[in-house]
């Protein structure tokens, strides 16, 4: 397994924006696509992007589509989600995944997660 660790979360305001980070280590970066999901109180994990390792291919839930972007260093092992135009409805703990072979929307074709980190979006 690779290890994740997220960072970048916090408050801000409906139509602002906010980069999250995953560092990641162990086993080798850069062979493996990765993904970011997310959790609101009371609701299932649902995907939000991935990439693959190479950074040319992405994919988008419908909800972030033209407001997220991700991307990766793979010589920084870190990969990121840029999120602009926050409403109030993307409040939730955002998850970094990793291992996997392609760019999925199904949590479970990930083996790797990171703690989490939480957004929260006034409106």
């Known amino acids: 397994q690779v290890q994740l660790v997220e960072s970048g979360g916090g408050l801000v305001q409906a139509g602002g924006s906010l980069r999250l980070s995953c560092a990641a280590s162990g086993r080798t970066f850069s062979r493996y696509a990765m993904g970011w999901f997310r959790q609101a109180p009371g609701k299932e994990r649902e995907f939000v992007a991935a990439i693959s390792w190479t950074g040319g291919s992405t994919k988008y839930a419908d909800s972030a589509k033209g407001r997220f972007t991700i991307s990766r260093d793979n010589a920084k092992n870190t990969v990121y989600l840029q999120m602009n135009s926050l409403k109030p409805e993307d409040t939730a703990v955002y998850y970094c995944?990793?291992?996997?072979?392609?760019?999925?929307?199904?949590?479970?074709?990930?083996?790797?997660w990171g703690q989490g980190t939480q957004v929260t979006v006034s409106s």
């Open positions: 995944a990793g291992g996997s072979s392609s760019i999925y929307s199904d949590y479970s074709r990930y083996d790797s």
